[in-house]
């Protein structure tokens, strides 16, 4: 069974004050990593997709990498806006492409 | 820009009444999922449907059934709503190639419906 695991659950951080959000995965044949944004009371908004270990995608302050185990979510000098739910999803083996998401780490960002 | 359409944002249904959720994507996608999320719980899958007429169970699927009648709309139903089925719904979609393509699909999602069953 694929499994997904985010750390740490809620991250509170000072603008401008860089961190990183963690993913790490089990799955049997990794088919695509994917990173979600959520705002309250909203649909869950595409980031990014790495597809294999090694990978990295950048979007302004926002920059994710994957390895074999675990993905990073690393935000650089982040801003209030910033602050969101980020889900990590994996999509994996030969069938559909349904996503297995973990709980969400939750972000505040504050002035 | 990929647009997931839910129709109703906010909804309250009695115990028992049967209720429908309807989505409809304008991308011409071949797969559409209905996930329901919960605090602590995260998103998890309901049905999914990978062409017309066409749906497979996901990990809740009890008490829920679902239809796709044209590929752009998929619906979710609750035969007899009951208290433990108030949660956000959300909708999504993403392009097919299953079997044929290892590279993951990207499934986009729509705003979200909430349901309150009282």
């Known amino acids: 069974e694929d499994q997904v695991t985010q750390s740490p659950e809620a991250l509170r951080l000072q603008e401008g004050e860089s961190s990183s959000l963690n993913c790490s995965y089990t799955v049997s044949g990794l088919r695509g990593l994917f990173w979600y944004r959520q705002d309250p009371g909203k649909g869950p908004e595409f980031l990014f997709t790495?597809?294999?270990a090694g990978e990295e995608k950048e979007k302004e302050r926002l920059k994710a990498t994957l390895t074999k185990k675990e993905s990073f979510l690393h935000i650089t000098a982040p801003k209030p806006e910033d602050s969101a739910t980020y889900l990590c999803a994996v999509q994996a083996g030969s069938g559909y492409s349904t996503l297995t998401f973990g709980k969400g780490t939750m972000l505040l960002v504050s002035p | 820009d990929v647009k997931v359409t839910q129709s109703s944002r906010y909804l309250v249904k009695r115990t028992g009444e049967k209720v429908f959720l309807e989505c409809v994507q304008d991308m011409d996608h071949e797969n559409m999922f209905w996930y329901r999320q919960d605090p602590g719980l995260g998103l998890r899958l309901i049905y999914f449907?990978?062409?017309?007429?066409?749906?497979e169970k996901g990990d809740i699927p009890e008490g829920y059934s679902v239809s796709r009648e044209k590929k752009e709309r998929f619906s979710l139903i609750l035969e007899s709503a009951s208290t433990n089925q108030t949660s956000m719904y959300l909708c999504?979609?993403?392009?097919?190639?299953?079997?044929?393509?290892?590279?993951?699909?990207?499934?986009?999602f729509g705003e979200g419906s909430w349901l309150t069953v009282v």
């Open positions: 449907s990978y062409d017309v007429k066409m749906k």
């Open positions: 790495l597809y294999s």
């Open positions: 999504a979609s993403s392009v097919g190639q299953e079997g044929t393509n290892r590279v993951g699909n990207t499934i986009y």
